[in-house]
């Protein structure tokens, strides 16, 4: 078949069209990996934009926008991807409009619900740095020098925890047989690495027996002569270790949560009693599970006293510290961790009381070789012998975000760190006391570090409280209102509060409640932004008992 002359022209004409069309392309997508060459106007505004938007944003006094999430959803329904690439303005335009006006201000002194606060200046060109360096941590041909100061870093880290001598650091700081931490995406991470490392050592291979990780969980503890495996920690232990029994093939039943007391730590007597029946009953315990710092209230175990089991059972040892770890910088505090230094394990946040960015879990280890358990190699990457940081981590590539912790320690340094505490944990006490004496709440535990629990009590209630006579009735109403309370602060958006679930005991009797839930770590929270939140909920809970009981 032959095309006439018309047809042909048509035929060109489309062809240099859509040649066009893709030159264009091609322009715009190699401008957006060289701006400062083809267009360094564009650049330039792109980062002035930028630079007045995290100004407005970090200077933002309230804790969010007043946005429900149904209007919210509707702005991100459209699933399609754009033919041709967008411009810089109308994509910023995009991003003001619906994911910077509307995201939680976790730097307000007012929002103080969370473990998210605001961040040193520093953070932000080092946060440029890094993504322009683009360094990918796991191994040496992607991360050189990155990977050295990374095990730097978490040995400065190690040494706060452990104190070992000069000689232990000397030999084991860049020694790639040796790991002193390994470096992850957060806490979760941290605790099941810690949880594989104790598993795959205890059930590791002997008299010719390959060990679990070649064979299973099943034929390890048939080799071992056991019936079943479990992980022993308090009931306010993290839910990462639900996660972490779930991936080791255990199941969420074997992991034995023991009761707290009035003051949220794990009950020493029950912990033994519970570590003995395992024993009689011929389960094998991966490993015993200390908190320093509990997520919902802040509370530190007793270290010393769960070492001393876990080390009369020959069991591993973990502490979860990602929440508390830091206190260690504290002369005045540190006590609270008093133990910690026997810990085989332990995991610390630095996004937490560290004041990194997310992102920046750490999990460090008394003895420098027990992560030799979970190594891997691959011949086209981690290979036998390197100082590839990825062959004893469960994540690959990752970011070097140990830029960040590295600079924190050097920039803020020990004294900052203990400032940091110190002011926190000051504060947390101010208000407390403040709560304690405001007949419109009830401060339900005395805080041990920087969290702490209360409630809001309607007026009719108040002298019933100061009584000690509420009925189960009293307090079914005063959770829903608190929980009414703690929705209707956090959707008005002026201060920020996050809730809880407590066990107390009225008339004998153990029922569950609505907590208010504060975590005082902000550095920018203030003394009168604590009385602004209490403020702002006592006109929030007055406004909610009138409704109730103009109802009832």
């Known amino acids: 078949m032959q095309l ?3 047809e042909i022209s048509k035929k060109n004409i489309f062809s240099k069209t859509e040649e066009e069309l893709q030159y264009k392309i091609a322009d715009k997508v190699m401008q957006l990996f060289f701006p400062s060459i083809h267009e360094p106007e564009l650049a330039e505004n792109m980062d002035l934009q930028i630079a007045n938007i995290v100004y407005d944003f970090l200077n933002a006094s309230n804790a969010n926008t007043n946005i429900d999430l149904n209007s919210l959803i509707q702005k991100f329904s459209d699933s399609q991807v754009p033919i041709e690439p967008s411009s810089f303005e109308s994509y910023f335009k995009y991003l003001t409009n619906n994911i910077i006006t509307h995201s939680i201000h976790t730097s307000s002194p007012r929002f103080i619900g969370h473990m998210t606060s605001a961040l040193p200046y520093f953070v932000q060109p080092l946060a440029k740095l890094m993504t322009a360096m683009n360094q990918n941590a796991v191994k040496i041909e992607t991360a050189k020098a990155l990977s050295f100061y990374e095990r730097q870093a978490l040995s400065m880290m190690h040494r706060q925890i452990y104190s070992f001598s000069d000689n232990f650091y000397a030999q084991h700081i860049q020694n790639n047989q040796s790991t002193l931490g390994i470096l992850v995406s957060g806490g979760t991470i941290a605790n ?94 991966i490993a015993i599970i200390g908190v320093a710092g509990t997520t919902d209230s802040g509370s530190v175990d007793p270290l010393l006293e769960i070492a001393e089991i876990a080390h009369e059972n020959n069991v591993h040892f973990h502490v979860d510290a990602a929440w508390g770890g830091p206190i260690i910088f504290s002369k005045k505090y540190r006590h609270k961790l008093a133990g910690i230094k026997q810990a085989d394990s332990v995991t610390i946040d630095g996004h937490k009381q560290l004041y990194l960015p997310m992102g920046i879990g750490m999990v460090f280890f008394r003895d420098p070789h027990l992560a030799s358990s979970i190594e891997k190699e691959a011949s086209y990457t981690m290979r036998k012998g390197s100082f590839d940081l990825g062959k004893r981590a469960l994540e690959g590539s990752r970011p070097g975000m140990s830029l960040f912790l590295h600079a924190g320690l050097n920039l803020i340094g020990l ?49 019933v409280v100061a009584k ?75 406004e909610i008992s009138m409704l109730s009981f103009f109802a009832n």
């Open 192 to 285: 099941i690495t810690a949880l594989w490392c104790a598993r795959n050592t205890s059930l590791g291979p002997k008299n010719g027996f390959g060990g679990i990780e070649k064979e299973g969980l099943a034929l390890a503890l048939n080799f071992y002569g056991y019936k079943g495996a479990v992980v022993i920690g308090s009931e306010l232990m993290h839910f990462s270790f639900d996660k972490a029994v779930d991936l080791m093939g255990i199941g969420t039943q074997g992991l034995i949560k023991i009761p707290v007391d009035s003051n949220n730590r794990v009950n020493i007597q029950v912990l033994r009693q519970a570590v003995a029946k395992c024993r009689n009953q011929n389960l094998h315990i």
């Open 415 to 463: 004294k900052g760190y203990e400032f940091l505490i110190d002011e926190s944990i000051r504060k947390t006490q101010y208000m407390a006391t403040r709560i304690s004496a405001m007949s419109e709440f009830e401060l339900l535990v005395k805080p041990d570090t920087n969290l702490l629990t209360y409630r809001y009590i309607p007026e009719p209630l108040r002298e």
């Open 468 to 542: 000690k006579q509420l009925t189960k009735t009293d307090n079914l109403l005063i959770t829903q209102l608190n929980e009414n309370l703690q929705k209707m602060q956090r959707q008005i958006g002026r201060t920020f509060i996050s809730r809880t679930t407590k066990t107390i005991t009225s008339f004998d009797e153990k029922i569950s409640v609505v907590a208010l839930r504060a975590v005082i770590a902000n550095p920018l929270t203030t003394e009168e932004d604590i009385d602004a939140v209490l403020n702002d909920q006592i006109q929030i809970g007055s």
């Open 4 to 6: 006439n002359n018309q």
